[in-house]
């Protein structure tokens, strides 16, 4: 529905035909193949058509910010775990802790002036 309404005023019959019930037609191959954050990033397909006339292609121009709050996020994760280590479920501690590694070795060094 969001889709719909933010697309209506730039013609909203150019996309008419979108099946919006196929999720194929809304994944970004590019971020989907080489994006850690992937699957918590928050796009909205509606913007991206605006910008790149496609549901497909994501618009990249939030990448940066969205990258430094999963950095920010994966820090305050990291710190409640040392805090109280049973704020984690015991069968999930173990990929929590992995997840937050990634993070911080993918982008930390890109956002360390931010990180002080």
Do not use: W
Not at 30 to 53: D, H, Q
Not at 65 to 89: G, H, S, T, Y
Request: proline share 2%; hydrophobic share 30%.
């Amino acid at each position: 529905m969001a889709i719909r309404m933010a697309c209506f005023r730039k013609g909203a019959s150019a996309h008419s035909h979108t099946d919006y019930s196929n999720d194929e037609n809304f994944i970004d191959e590019e971020c989907f193949n080489n994006c850690y954050i992937y699957p918590l990033c928050g796009t909205c397909a509606g913007a991206s058509y605006l910008v790149n006339k496609s549901f497909k292609k994501r618009d990249k121009r939030r990448c940066r910010i969205q990258k430094l709050v999963a950095l920010f996020i994966a820090d305050l994760q990291a710190k409640r775990i040392l805090k109280n280590p049973d704020c984690i479920e015991k069968d999930q501690l173990y990929s929590t802790i992995e997840a937050i590694k990634k993070i911080k070795s993918l982008y930390y060094d890109e956002y360390k002036q931010y990180c002080q």
